[in-house]
């Protein structure tokens, strides 16, 4: 199975600064058609997890566009360009270039 | 306006079976697949498996394979999502999500409210 790290674990940001997640794979997310099959997820307390980022960099319906995405291959990153209190919860980056799609450890964003 | 949504919260005794229901509306259901999530108390989610509701194709996780068993009811817009030989490692929330294809990408853009499972004895 492929194995998902992101960083940090915790991330702690002030209000209206920036924020970015790392998300590494173990091998290659890149698929045939030339996409990155690397989505990244929002979970907000006692919520579902909602959709923000798929393959790689396309932000899903509805997303601001203060969320970007980015990366290739083994290594993407989430970025957020000014946080805001909505933004707490839990981003989870996962790969669906093979099953089992697998889901990185989640990184708790809290707001200082 | 899409809409999932799930049955609701479960208590189960070791070596039972689970049944979750999801009923799909506000889109054409047979276009889609229907993917399966489980999300242990303070844990990543977990991929379990998805159906393709057109022709009923099925993918499930080695980790399931041999208890897992996914379903759909065209007519009545449901999937179902069926665990055997339950065990306390099986508690936590199990979601169901829709997605497109391969090709599309395998992202689920939809997510049900999630139904909290409890296995006890």
């Known amino acids: 199975d492929i194995v998902v790290t992101q960083s940090p674990l915790s991330l702690p940001v002030t209000p209206g600064e920036p924020a970015s997640i790392s998300c590494r794979s173990s091998?290659?997310?890149?698929?045939?058609?030339?996409?990155?099959?690397l989505d990244w997820y929002l979970q907000k307390p006692g919520q579902s997890p909602q959709l923000l980022i798929y393959?790689?960099?396309n932000r899903a319906s509805g997303v601001p566009v203060r969320f970007s995405g980015s990366g290739s291959g083994t290594d993407f990153t989430l970025k957020i360009s000014r946080v805001e209190a909505e933004d707490v919860g839990i981003y989870y980056c996962?790969?669906?270039?093979?099953?089992?799609?697998?889901f990185g450890q989640g990184t708790r964003l809290e707001i200082k | 306006q899409v809409h999932l949504v799930q049955s609701g919260a479960e208590v189960e005794r070791p070596g039972a079976s689970l049944k979750v229901f999801c009923k799909a509306s506000g889109f054409t259901f047979t276009n889609y697949f229907i993917h399966w999530v489980r999300q242990a108390p303070g844990q990543r989610p977990e991929w379990m498996g998805w159906?393709?509701?057109?022709?009923?194709?099925?993918k499930y996780s080695q980790k399931f394979q041999g208890r897992i068993i996914l379903t759909r009811d065209t007519s009545a817009t449901t999937a179902h999502m069926q665990l055997s030989s339950l065990t306390s490692e099986d508690t936590g929330t199990y979601y169901c999500?829709?997605?497109?294809?391969?090709?599309?990408?395998?992202?689920?853009?939809?997510w049900g409210q999630g139904t909290h499972v409890t296995v006890s004895s």
């Open positions: 091998q290659s997310l890149l698929y045939s058609n030339g996409y990155n099959y």
């Open positions: 999500a829709r997605g497109l294809g391969a090709v599309s990408g395998w992202h689920f853009d939809n």
């Open positions: 393959l790689g960099s």
């Open positions: 159906i393709h509701v057109g022709n009923g194709d099925t």
């Open positions: 996962i790969q669906t270039v093979q099953t089992p799609f697998i």
